[in-house]
């Protein structure tokens, strides 16, 4: 499949998307948003992809943001839907997928940039990455999940706090606020994340994906997360990983996952 604005390639079980955009410090523009749905619906079809990671091209920027351009001339009936197909398109479609992925944030994520990297299910961040939801500088609001995922990965009180001032904050400040789990030199960021997704995917891929759907089920309204566990953990029974998994332990031996 041939992309303009992202490149995707694969190499043992990990698919990497780079967004490919860096004179524009790889913004999001519409055809970046339907690419990345393009290639996340086939990452997550694809048999011979294990997981995904998801980074920006360049030394400068994960994403900057959206491209602003685009929003100038919206109408309050245009905004709302953006915001509805964009969610749907991308966002959603990465932190409900089947398989994990992983940002590695390597320099600015801000604005939509910061609320992509959020969608992921774990971030890796470099020493130089600076991280921000600017939107209310532009009389807006975070309009792709920002809003929501900042709150459940920071809090109430520190979301607030950099949704409202639009400040930057490092990727220690990051660290320690649990937005990202890790930080690396900027020249270490992919090896890290390659270390973390084999790791990862070296575990019963259908487990992987009932883990992610259990604890995403906790953060959805009107869902009760703990008897999605329960259901989940049943399934697992099921499995012929289970069988593998079990018998691999009680042989003392490498279990040889094969996602049935």
Not at 26 to 45: G, M, Q, R, S, Y
Not at 93 to 112: E, Q, W
Not at 154 to 177: F, H, N, P, R, S
């Given at each position: 499949?041939?992309?303009?604005?992202?490149?995707?390639?694969?190499?043992?079980?990990?698919?990497?998307?780079?967004?490919?955009?860096?004179?524009?410090?790889?913004a999001l523009n519409k055809f970046t948003i339907c690419?990345?749905?393009?290639?996340?619906?086939?990452?997550?079809?694809?048999?011979?992809?294990?997981?995904?990671?998801?980074?920006?091209?360049?030394?400068?920027?994960?994403?900057?943001?959206?491209?602003?351009?685009?929003?100038?001339?919206?109408?309050?009936?245009?905004?709302?839907?953006?915001?509805r197909e964009n969610q749907k398109l991308v966002f959603?479609?990465?932190?409900?997928?089947?398989?994990?992925?992983?940002?590695?944030?390597?320099?600015?994520?801000?604005?939509?940039?910061?609320?992509?990297?959020?969608?992921?299910?774990?971030?890796?961040?470099?020493?130089?990455?600076?991280?921000?939801?600017?939107?209310?500088?532009?009389?807006?609001?975070?309009?792709?999940?920002?809003?929501?995922?900042?709150?459940?990965?920071?809090?109430?009180?520190?979301?607030?706090?950099?949704?409202?001032?639009?400040?930057?904050?490092?990727?220690?400040?990051?660290?320690?606020?649990?937005?990202?789990?890790?930080?690396?030199?900027?020249?270490?960021?992919?090896?890290?994340?390659?270390?973390?997704?084999?790791?990862?995917?070296?575990r019963a891929p259908l487990a992987l994906a009932a883990?992610?759907?259990?604890?995403?089920?906790?953060?959805?309204?009107?869902?009760?997360?703990?008897?999605?566990?329960?259901?989940?953990?049943?399934?697992?029974?099921?499995?012929?990983?289970?069988?593998?998994?079990?018998?691999?332990?009680?042989?003392?031996?490498?279990?040889?996952?094969?996602?049935?």
């Amino acid at each position: 499949m041939e992309f303009e604005n992202i490149i995707v390639t694969t190499q043992n079980r990990i698919q990497y998307i780079t967004i490919n955009r860096e004179s524009k410090l790889n913004a999001l523009n519409k055809f970046t948003i339907c690419e990345l749905h393009e290639a996340f619906v086939d990452a997550f079809n694809n048999p011979d992809v294990g997981g995904i990671i998801l980074t920006g091209a360049g030394p400068k920027a994960f994403v900057a943001g959206a491209d602003i351009s685009e929003f100038a001339d919206l109408s309050l009936e245009e905004g709302t839907a953006l915001a509805r197909e964009n969610q749907k398109l991308v966002f959603d479609l990465i932190a409900n997928g089947s398989k994990p992925v992983i940002a590695a944030i390597n320099g600015f994520a801000l604005g939509g940039g910061l609320e992509l990297a959020m969608a992921c299910h774990i971030r890796i961040a470099s020493d130089n990455a600076k991280m921000g939801l600017p939107e209310v500088t532009l009389g807006l609001i975070p309009g792709y999940g920002g809003t929501q995922r900042l709150t459940q990965l920071v809090g109430k009180g520190k979301a607030m706090e950099m949704i409202l001032t639009a400040d930057m904050i490092t990727a220690e400040d990051a660290l320690q606020y649990g937005l990202v789990t890790h930080v690396t030199a900027t020249e270490e960021l992919l090896a890290k994340a390659e270390e973390l997704m084999i790791k990862i995917i070296s575990r019963a891929p259908l487990a992987l994906a009932a883990a992610i759907r259990s604890v995403n089920a906790g953060l959805t309204d009107g869902v009760n997360g703990y008897e999605t566990e329960i259901a989940e953990f049943g399934k697992c029974f099921g499995t012929d990983d289970f069988k593998e998994g079990v018998a691999a332990f009680l042989g003392k031996r490498k279990a040889e996952f094969k996602g049935k």
